[in-house]
Nanobody
């Protein structure tokens, strides 16, 4: 089984930074596409960023230049560095593993999910 646990969320003012972590166990998840998603009540879950097995990354237009996805293969951990945070970044953030080496941004294609960590950005 693949178990994912997010941490690092919190409440910050606009312009601030947070780093989210996703600790994985049960499998060497660096072999999989890994992604960060976020969801606001009443809206569909959206892809924020993903990184494939080989380190190629894709970002949602809304976060390009502000967020950076990375992974530490030795630690089996995924990260999301979030800078210049905006109120519209407020959401529950989830990490996920697709179960496949190549990435896309469709939540339905991701097999394993963490419990989520809340990020709140205040003006």
């Amino acid at each position: 089984q693949v178990h994912l646990v997010e941490s690092g969320g919190g409440s910050v003012q606009a312009g601030g930074s947070l780093r989210l972590s996703c600790a994985a166990s049960g499998y060497t998840v660096s072999y999989y596409c890994l992604g960060w998603f976020r969801q606001v009540p009443g809206k569909e879950r959206e892809g924020v960023a993903n990184i494939d097995r080989w380190g190629s990354t894709i970002y949602a237009d809304s976060v390009k230049g502000r967020f950076t996805i990375s992974k530490d293969n030795a630690k089996n951990t995924l990260y999301l560095q979030m800078n210049s945070l905006k109120p519209e970044d407020t959401a529950m953030y989830y990490c996920a593993a697709r179960g496949y080496a190549y990435c896309n941004r469709s939540p339905s294609d991701y097999k394993y999910w963490g419990q989520g960590t809340q990020v709140t950005v205040s003006s």
